[in-house]
């Protein structure tokens, strides 16, 4: 809340901006690979961390493979077993390397094809 009380834009850190190159919801079959794509920036320059991961939200709550987790392109791997209907969250989550460190979210829906 820093850049709430200062006068200086400067002064303060600011949230990284994310964004998603791939729709927010994705129409999957067992056993795909799924490409994903992420980008983001920091309005003060600083570094950014990337992390994707399984919200466990979805209709399927075990482990999901997923490939390069640390960067802007990872894979997810559909299970062979996934069943029509089942929805896996996957998150995007842009840390920034400012003080204090801030971080921004982005959400990706893979539900298996009915």
């Known amino acids: 809340m820093i850049w709430a009380t200062t006068h200086s834009y400067e002064l303060a ?3 990284p901006y994310a964004s998603l190159d791939v ?3 994705i ?3 067992p056993q795909q690979r799924v490409p994903l794509f992420g980008s ?3 309005p003060d320059g600083d570094a950014l961390i990337v992390k ?3 919200m466990p939200n ?3 709550q075990n482990p999901v493979k997923m490939e390069k987790t640390d960067g802007f392109h990872p894979v997810v791997i559909i299970p062979e077993g996934a069943k029509t209907g089942e929805s896996y969250h996957i998150i995007m ?3 920034d390397s400012g003080t204090p460190s801030l971080t921004t979210y982005k ?3 893979l539900k298996v094809l009915d």
Do not use: C, Q, S
Request: aromatic share 12%; charged share 20%; hydrophobic share 40%.
């Open 27 to 29: 129409r999957v079959v």
């Open 23 to 25: 729709p927010n919801l």
């Open 52 to 54: 994707w991961w399984l």
């Open 40 to 42: 983001a920036t920091d």
């Open 58 to 60: 979805g209709t399927y």
């Open 13 to 15: 850190n600011h949230p």
């Open 93 to 95: 989550e842009i840390k």
């Open 107 to 109: 959400r990706i829906v």
